[in-house]
């Protein structure tokens, strides 16, 4: 009797261990529909911690900059995922400048059977024009709506109506996404630390969502979460949190993935362990990690001989249209030489199994398990 009742109390310890483990990495949408719960399931059992997915970063500013062309031309394959952005889709003027627009190339890419991963350079949200609007701190004055009091949002403000005009038309758009079964890798208010608060207090947030501080940075972050979630519906977002210090955490409640951007160590293709370490820190080793961007490709010899287990990595694009290689441009990160040395794009990004690209067999079978006929 006494073994069984051991075994029985061995079995309840063991299963509320199973779910102890499992709320940890639990996805933070409790609504998630089962599109966005299959992509969820296929990143943490098939790919994290065993593979990698290759990514590109679309050009949001330009439809005569093709990165995934680039990228066939180079290494005759297409990228697991592909980068997109909503910088000038809260702008009245946004659809006459840019078509094919952001979600109808994510849309067509996802219907390619590619993965899609959405970021937002937020222009000023005072003005309704993309003409001289800004997200750089140093080139608007728009700033979050902190009351320091109440160590609260200032919803009274104009400037939180502005945030919310915008917030609702970037929720449109998503939804749009969702109706069309598009799971979206959403990438909210990144790199909002930039070098807040070092070299004595004197460095600046890159970016104007940043520039306000760490709580006023996280309340933004949160009431996003919740308004999205909760209010607009959206049920098809994977929420990663990319920042570059722990102040700026948002809470595990909210991220389902870290991310770091890394664009030092140029040309040694380096697997970019101490920012790995740094973001399990910072969420207790509970979510999986992401090379958010990059300026190189990391070496598969580098990866795979690491500890550090990403789940993927996106390379930023170009400036330039022309993929010169002698122009070594700074910001020309798949099509110059600066960052990227042609054997890199062949060697590190496509040409072993570690690598998950688009014809992947696995990818393949997830946009299948979710009724996508790949076009």
């Given at each position: 009797?006494?073994?069984?009742?051991f075994?029985?109390?061995?079995?309840c310890?063991?299963?509320?261990?199973?779910?102890?483990?499992?709320?940890?990495?639990?996805?933070?949408?409790?609504?998630?529909?089962?599109?966005?719960q299959k992509?969820?399931q296929?990143?943490?059992?098939?790919?994290?911690?065993k593979?990698i997915l290759?990514?590109?970063?679309?050009?949001?500013w330009?439809?005569?900059?093709?990165?995934?062309?680039?990228v066939?031309?180079d290494?005759?394959?297409h990228?697991?995922?592909?980068?997109y952005?909503?910088?000038?889709?809260?702008?009245s003027?946004?659809r006459?400048?840019y078509?094919?627009s952001?979600?109808?190339?994510?849309?067509?890419?996802?219907?390619?059977?590619?993965l899609?991963?959405?970021?937002?350079h937020?222009l000023?949200?005072s003005?309704?024009?993309?003409?001289?609007?800004?997200?750089?701190?140093?080139?608007t004055?728009?700033?979050i709506?902190w009351?320091?009091?109440?160590?609260s949002?200032?919803?009274?403000?104009?400037?939180?109506t502005q945030?919310?005009?915008?917030?609702d038309?970037?929720?449109?758009y998503?939804?749009e996404?969702?109706?069309?079964g598009?799971?979206?890798?959403w990438?909210?208010?990144?790199?909002?630390?930039?070098?807040?608060?070092?070299?004595?207090?004197?460095?600046k947030?890159?970016?104007?969502?940043?520039d306000?501080?760490p709580?006023?940075?996280?309340a933004?972050?949160?009431?996003?979460?919740?308004y999205?979630?909760?209010?607009?519906g959206?049920?098809?977002?994977?929420?990663i949190w990319?920042?570059?210090?722990?102040?700026?955490?948002p809470?595990?409640k909210?991220?389902?993935i870290?991310?770091y951007?890394?664009y030092?160590d140029?040309?040694?293709?380096?697997?970019?362990?101490k920012?790995?370490?740094n973001?399990m820190?910072?969420?207790?080793?509970?979510?999986?990690?992401?090379i958010?961007?990059?300026?190189?490709?990391p070496?598969?010899?580098?990866?795979?001989?690491?500890?550090s287990k990403?789940?993927?990595?996106?390379i930023w694009?170009?400036d330039d249209?022309?993929?010169?290689?002698?122009k070594k441009?700074?910001?020309?990160?798949?099509g110059?030489?600066k960052?990227?040395?042609?054997?890199?794009k062949?060697?590190n990004?496509?040409?072993?199994?570690?690598?998950i690209?688009?014809?992947?067999?696995d990818?393949k079978?997830?946009?299948?398990k979710?009724?996508?006929?790949?076009?």
């Amino acid at each position: 009797m006494k073994r069984i009742l051991f075994a029985k109390n061995l079995a309840c310890l063991l299963t509320f261990g199973l779910l102890f483990s499992s709320a940890c990495n639990a996805q933070v949408d409790e609504k998630a529909n089962s599109n966005t719960q299959k992509v969820m399931q296929y990143l943490e059992n098939e790919v994290y911690g065993k593979r990698i997915l290759t990514g590109m970063m679309d050009c949001a500013w330009s439809n005569d900059i093709d990165m995934d062309a680039k990228v066939l031309k180079d290494t005759g394959k297409h990228t697991a995922l592909m980068g997109y952005d909503f910088m000038f889709l809260t702008k009245s003027d946004s659809r006459n400048w840019y078509q094919p627009s952001q979600v109808e190339k994510a849309k067509a890419w996802w219907n390619k059977g590619g993965l899609v991963t959405f970021c937002w350079h937020w222009l000023d949200p005072s003005t309704r024009s993309s003409k001289g609007a800004s997200f750089r701190t140093e080139e608007t004055s728009f700033r979050i709506p902190w009351d320091s009091a109440s160590k609260s949002l200032n919803t009274e403000s104009k400037e939180f109506t502005q945030i919310t005009r915008d917030l609702d038309t970037v929720a449109n758009y998503l939804l749009e996404l969702q109706e069309a079964g598009v799971v979206v890798l959403w990438r909210p208010l990144h790199e909002a630390c930039g070098n807040y608060g070092k070299w004595g207090g004197s460095g600046k947030a890159w970016f104007w969502w940043g520039d306000t501080g760490p709580e006023a940075y996280i309340a933004l972050y949160r009431y996003m979460f919740d308004y999205f979630t909760n209010e607009k519906g959206l049920h098809n977002l994977i929420w990663i949190w990319n920042g570059q210090e722990a102040d700026w955490y948002p809470g595990d409640k909210y991220v389902d993935i870290v991310g770091y951007d890394i664009y030092d160590d140029v040309n040694k293709h380096k697997a970019g362990d101490k920012y790995y370490q740094n973001l399990m820190t910072w969420c207790g080793s509970k979510k999986m990690a992401a090379i958010s961007e990059a300026g190189y490709v990391p070496s598969t010899e580098a990866l795979k001989s690491s500890s550090s287990k990403w789940l993927y990595y996106m390379i930023w694009n170009d400036d330039d249209s022309l993929a010169d290689d002698t122009k070594k441009d700074n910001n020309n990160f798949w099509g110059g030489t600066k960052y990227n040395k042609p054997e890199d794009k062949t060697t590190n990004a496509f040409d072993t199994d570690y690598q998950i690209k688009l014809d992947d067999t696995d990818l393949k079978a997830l946009f299948n398990k979710m009724g996508v006929t790949i076009k």
